[in-house]
């Protein structure tokens, strides 16, 4: 058996910065995260061990003046700093700078339309509802931008309105294009004259790692996709692994690794190519502990 760890898995950029944030912070004193610093349960309990408290919007509201807690890198809404400010919180800002430009972008779109009454506008963000980085981007217009996952709810949009697109910015490329073929479509079948303002807010580092990781699945007899279990990039990412060889596992810790797994996909080769990859939340020493555990097995 060959065990290769993919190069391009791991933490990507905003989360890199986040977690060296609060490992730099946490040397100061206590330190609070609003919410997982990342949806990786394994890295989660690392920081913890090393002082970090997690904690959620309804701890925010009676911690005491001069705490200090961690914004993580999908950013939070405007409302957040408003509290953390008539507290006297102290904040510490690890929003990804990608995120940061675009809730800029979004919040001026915001302002420089909201009073446009004779056409109310629709600013429209492509994600998946609820998560925390979309959160924070409706936040930028009042909770009033429209969320759509799929083209499935293109119905909550009127076409015959101002139309500003955006995206979540770790959406796929795919996905967002044929969202907007379709809005173009149903405005010409609609004879609307509006036409939409698309706005492409995905992050490449994040887009570019499917066809990279899908080339590594391929190279591969068996794939084992380390990711945490709350984490919507990691479903997205292993789904893209399962399309290219279906000989994929999803586990989120060494101790899922098993003798009865790995023979319920080897097969009569002898010489089994495993390759272990992960989500833009996995963290990399976590890779290496299943490349161990498979090592001792």
């Known amino acids: 058996m060959s065990i290769d760890i993919d190069t391009n898995s791991g933490f990507c950029f905003g989360v890199t910065r986040a977690i060296q944030a609060a490992e730099s912070e946490l040397q100061k004193g206590a330190l609070c995260c609003l919410g997982d610093i990342v949806h990786n349960g394994q890295e989660v309990k690392r920081l913890e061990l090393l002082g970090l408290q997690t904690i959620d919007y309804d701890d925010l ?32 800002d690890a929003t990804c700078p990608v995120v940061k430009k675009l809730q800029d972008r979004i919040r001026a779109c915001y302002e420089q339309h909201r009073n446009d009454e004779a056409l109310p506008p629709q600013i429209i963000i492509y994600g998946q509802p609820g998560h925390a980085e979309v959160i924070g981007l409706q936040g930028q217009t ?9 083209i499935d709810q293109l119905d909550r949009i009127d076409f015959t309105r101002p139309i500003y697109l955006f995206s979540q910015t770790t959406k796929s490329v795919e996905g967002f294009q044929a969202l907007v073929d379709e809005i173009k479509s149903a405005i010409s079948n609609q004879q609307s004259a509006i036409v939409p303002e698309v706005h492409d807010t995905i992050c490449r580092n994040v887009a570019n790692r499917v066809a990279q990781l899908q080339d590594f699945a391929r190279a591969n007899d068996l ?14 990412l292993y789904k893209n692994c399962v399309e290219v060889n279906p000989n994929t596992i999803f586990i989120s810790s060494p101790e899922e690794i098993t003798h009865s797994l790995i023979h319920s996909f080897t097969h009569s080769s002898a010489d089994l190519k495993v390759g272990i990859c992960g989500a833009t939340s996995t963290p990399r020493w976590l890779m290496k502990q299943v490349r161990d555990k498979l090592t001792n097995l």
């Open 61 to 92: 509201r009676t911690l005491p003046a001069h705490s200090r807690v961690l914004l993580r890198a999908h950013g939070e809404p405007p409302s957040t700093y408003w509290i953390a400010q008539q507290r006297g919180i102290e904040i510490i």
């Open 142 to 150: 009042n909770n009033t931008a429209i969320v759509i996952e799929s």
């Open 223 to 236: 794939v084992i996709f380390v990711g945490g279990a709350k984490s919507s990039n990691a479903r997205v």
